[in-house]
Every structure is written in C-alpha cells, then in structure tokens.
C-alpha cells in the first residue's frame, strides 16, 4: 500500500510552503520519521517526516510552490509501486480538472514533534455543506489549538469525534462532492473504491490503480500494522452507542473496513455467558477510583520525557552562585520602571546571561539526531512556561539579536499568550537551547530534562539569602542554585563545569552581561 506525504500546514496561517530541498533521492528506502525534506513557509524553515516505511517517489521538486495538505511524495511499499507512480504521475497533471467524488480531511503535522492530534470542537455538523478553505474542526497537539480547513468544497462526513486522538495522517473526515456520494460513504461505502471514486488525483488518500495494484483483501481484520482500526464513521457511532470495541468486530467493506452492517451483525451474534467478577471486597469508604485519561498536550509531554531518557545520556550537574550584586541591578531598574516603560524582571537577565554564554559554548547551542551534531550561529531560546494543564515552551527567535528592554518585552507577550493558548504557529518550535526558571515554585534545584533534539537544558532555582564567606568573612549573601542538563554522549563534564563557570561569572558580576 503506498500512502501520500503531504506539505503540512505548519501554523495557523500557512496555506502554503516552498520546497527548499530534498533529504533523499528520488526511489530510495526510507523510514517513517526520516527527514525527508525542508520546506519554507512564511516565517521560517522546517523539516518534514516521512508518515510511513517504503520507497518514495517524488512529485514536487526544490522550488515548487505547495499548498498545504496537497502531495509532494508517494511513499509505497515496493519498487514496482514507484514505478508505477512514475508512469501514471503525468495522467493525473492531465486529467486535473476530473471531478473528485470524495476528499479525505485527515489530521495534520503542526510541529516537526507531532504524532497525534486530539480533535477538539466541529465548526460545521454531520451533513454539513463546507466550502475549501473554511475551517471545519479544531484540534489539539501537544503545545496548542489549531484549526483544520477544508480541502474541497461538498458535504462534511465525520469520522473522528470530538475528544478523540487521531494520529498524523490518518482519517478524521471526509468531504463528499456530491450527495450520491455522501450517501454513499454513509452507507459504508469507502473512497478509493470504484463505487466511490472513479477518479485518480492527488486529492484521494489512494488512488484506484494503486489499490487493484495491491490486490486487497476484501475483507479480513480491520486492526492495522500500526493499531488503527479501519471503519466508517456510521460504524463508529453505533459501536460507541453500543458501548462496544471496534477491535471485536470483522470486517467486510473494501480493504478489511468495518462498515456499519459488521457492527450489526457482531450486535445480533450469540455472545458467550461472561465469565463472573470476582467479588470486590474492603471497598474504601470514599467511593471508586478515579481514572483520568491524559489529555493531548499531557500525553504529549510524557511521551517527549520518555524520549529523552530513551535517546540520549542525559546528566545533570550543578554550582550555587552568589545573586546578590544582580539582584541590586534589577532594583536598580525596577525603580526607573516607568522610564524604561516595563518592569525587568530576575528571569529576564538570567535569559539574556544565558544567550551570552551560548555564544561563547556553541556546541551546548546545537541539536543532535544521532548522527550529527547541528551547531547554530542564532540562538532560539525556549522559556518553559509551566501551567495547570501541562508545560509550554515559547520560542524567542534570534534572541542573541535582542537587548535586555526588548527581551523583557518580548518575553512577557509570549508568556501571556503561552497561558491565554493563543500562541500562533511556529512560536513553539524550532528552539535550539531551553531555559527553565522554577524559582518561584520555591524549588531549590532539580534535574531539568532536555528537549530532544536539544542537547541541552539549563535550569534556576530559588534564590535564598544565606551565611556565606565573601571577600574573607562570613555575611549574609542571596545565593541560587543553577542546573545544567547535558547529553553526555554530545560532550562531558568538563566543558559542563566550564559553562556553569562562565554562567557564575556572568551572574556574579551582571555589569559583564551588558560588555
């Protein structure tokens, strides 16, 4: 089975990306979450993945102008499928103003991170007329809400429900051109089937000769090799309604699908007597267990914590530094707040400290996916922002370029529309270096995790006025903690213990910032 990679729509306001260049030759093996290629939408350059294993074909070449959600490459599982593609791809440049039965509306990339989306509330109902281009639902990754538009004009089928996670590619709704084939796809009907859609465009999910190619089963198990079950939305309701598993029920609809009647039929089957629970005793007096399904930006968040500790050789090293002589620098500035026309804050010099000791460390700058190591002459400062239902990381783009007024400025708006969730598109990503203050969660210190594929995370903690020897005797200074996360396999302890001795320095003597 080949599948599409299409151009993601990467920000709430992209509608379409330039190809800047490919990762891979035309034909070769790849892998799914290969980087496959870099495309350029209007504020920045980001990577795309590859959605599944096989061999690509590519369709749109460097310099093409895309737009979201149409095709770029075919990924198929075999050679003869590529060639394939390459025999038909000028039939479909011919034929493109065929008439399209059925488009597939599925869940898009919105960040180089994002496996899955949860889809939050429809814009338009079931049966629903919907014109390309207007926003029709909106979903949920794992750093904020975004909308999904159409891609065609026709009646709206839903496949996915409200509360549902949907992984990147798969299904979430249909977009039927007509009403014969709403009616269709309602009764079970599925696109890339001859009853459905004649037609072979880049639109489809599949085309015609690409599935007779296959040779599918006309029937069989629904579950597929990645754990998704293949059924109409039809299906999916009455086996909610039911209360039942779709993974209990066969399928007969084209390609193994579940269809409607296939619920039914599992409905009306003689089931076999359940076996009795066991008798639940000592119940505790407050009631039953409360079970909380991770929502997706939690999920999200769990699973980037897994990845550290799975990818790379996280350490994690530390120094306490004395805050007094910058702590009287940022009175100095809080008292000419209304000159200065903003309020500095502590994190703010500790950001702006920290980009200054990036541009001296610029291997802790850099990201590593393995194999090599990418250094970067800017640096993107992520600021760890944590909230009631979960962490969010803005994204100070060229923060090296900003002074410590515009920082404050800057850091302020992304913080508040980090906890409005009005972050747009492209504000969360593409960080090459994270900081994390929880100082004023009165942590003294603790072990920050990286990012992957970051290299590094620094963290700081409560600042605390303490006994300590300064210039030969023993006074009351206001000292912190400082926490430097590093992956080991990138660089060792020594040039860990010299960017915590530059941070001190810098931190100690807050005039050097400003040099």
Aim: net charge negative; hydrophobic share 40%.
């Amino acid at each position: 089975m080949s599948v599409e990679l299409v151009m993601p729509k990467a920000g709430l306001t992209m509608i379409e990306g330039t190809i800047s260049t490919w990762k891979v030759e035309d034909g070769v093996a790849v892998k799914k979450g290969d980087v496959v290629m870099e495309f350029e939408n209007e504020k920045t350059t980001m990577e795309c993945e590859a959605n599944a294993d096989g061999f690509i074909k590519i369709l749109a070449q460097v310099g093409d102008v895309v737009k979201v959600g149409e095709a770029v490459a075919i990924i198929a599982e075999s050679k003869d499928e590529t060639n394939a593609a390459k025999v038909e791809a000028p039939q479909e440049t011919q034929d493109a103003s065929a008439t399209v039965d059925v488009c597939e509306v599925v869940m898009p990339k919105a960040g180089l991170t994002m496996i899955e989306g949860v889809v939050g509330e429809w814009k338009l109902a079931e049966g629903e007329t919907v014109k390309k281009g207007q926003a029709i639902f909106e979903f949920e990754n794992e750093k904020t809400t975004m909308e999904c538009e159409a891609t065609a004009d026709g009646i709206l089928h839903q496949v996915a429900k409200t509360g549902e996670t949907v992984k990147v590619g798969h299904t979430v709704a249909y977009v039927a051109a007509t009403k014969e084939a709403y009616d269709a796809l309602i009764k079970g009907a599925t696109p890339g089937s001859q009853a459905m859609c004649a037609n072979e465009c880049e639109v489809c999910h599949k085309s015609v000769a690409l599935a007779m190619a296959e040779g599918a089963p006309q029937g069989g198990n629904a579950v597929a090799r990645d754990g998704h079950v293949r059924a109409t939305g039809l299906a999916r309701n009455i086996a909610k309604s039911a209360g039942i598993s779709l993974t209990l029920v066969g399928g007969t609809g084209p390609n193994g699908r579940i269809v409607a009647k296939d619920v039914y039929a599992y409905l009306e089957a003689p089931k076999v007597a359940p076996i009795a629970a066991p008798e639940v005793k000592n119940v505790h007096p407050s009631g039953e267990v409360v079970k909380i399904s991770l929502s997706g930006r939690r999920k999200s968040i769990a699973k980037n914590m897994r990845k550290c500790f799975e990818t790379m050789a996280p350490l994690t090293v530390f120094a306490e530094v004395d805050v007094t002589n910058l702590m009287s620098m940022r009175q100095k500035y809080v008292d000419k707040a209304e000159v200065l026309g903003c309020k500095i804050s502590m994190n703010d010099m500790l950001m702006l400290a920290t980009v200054k000791m990036l541009k001296k460390h610029p291997m802790l700058n850099s990201t590593f996916d393995g194999e090599t190591i990418s250094s970067y002459p800017y640096v993107n400062l992520g600021m760890a922002v944590g909230l009631a239902e979960g962490l969010v990381v803005p994204v100070l783009k060229n923060a090296d370029q900003y002074s410590l007024l515009e920082m404050s400025k800057a850091l302020r708006d992304l913080a508040l529309r980090a906890k409005d969730d009005t972050l747009v598109g492209g504000e969360q990503s593409g960080a090459t270096f994270t900081v994390t203050n929880v100082g004023m969660y009165h942590i003294d210190f603790g072990t920050p995790v990286i990012s992957p594929p970051q290299v590094g995370i620094l963290g700081f903690g409560t600042a605390k006025k303490k006994f300590v020897e300064y210039k030969g005797e023993f006074c009351p200074r206001t000292m912190m903690h400082m926490m430097l996360t590093f992956d080991h396999r990138v660089f060792d302890g020594r040039e860990a213990g010299e960017v915590l001795g530059d941070m001190k320095q810098l931190l100690e003597n807050p005039e050097l910032i400003f040099v």
